[in-house]
């Protein structure tokens, strides 16, 4: 339902992931059809080691919060950024001040992606039980 992007702001790790998120969840010409994704990067800063331990964090308040709400009662992590999409890169349901649910309908499992230095790569989901 949503996806805490790792986001560090690199062409190529960027370029990386957003590919694989159009890869694995299908992207189409209306990019708020996808799952709704940010990156908390820009507003906690790349904390090295502790950066999957933070945004798994945020992936579980984003749960605790949103627990039983339906749409337009959803508010997911805001992405903070120009607004300019990348046109080498698939567009994606980004959820920010204009699109704060990503258009979700619940909220019942988020991925946390963590793309760490030397190539230690994970995704974790976690779910709440409704």
């Not at 080691?49 to 964090?57: K, R």
């Not at 959803?74 to 992405?79: C, H, M, R, Y």
């Not at 300019?84 to 990503?102: C, T």
């Not at 309908?105 to 992606?113: A, E, P, R, T």
Request: glycine letters at 10%; hydrophobic letters at 40%.
């Amino acid at each position: 339902d949503y996806i805490n992007m790792h986001g560090t702001g690199t062409k190529l790790n960027d370029s990386m992931e957003s590919k694989a998120i159009a890869a694995v969840f299908g992207k189409s010409a209306d990019p708020s059809a996808g799952v709704a994704v940010s990156t908390t990067k820009p507003v906690t800063g790349h904390t090295l080691g502790a950066a999957a331990a933070l945004e798994l964090a945020v992936c579980w308040a984003a749960l605790v919060e949103n627990y039983g709400k339906t749409c337009d009662n959803i508010k997911l992590p805001l992405q903070v950024w120009d607004g300019i999409q990348d046109e080498e890169l698939p567009a994606l349901n980004i959820v920010d001040s204009k699109n704060p649910s990503g258009s979700a309908d619940s909220l019942k499992v988020c991925l946390s992606n963590s793309f760490a230095f030397g190539g230690a790569n994970a995704c974790l989901a976690i779910g709440l039980a409704h």
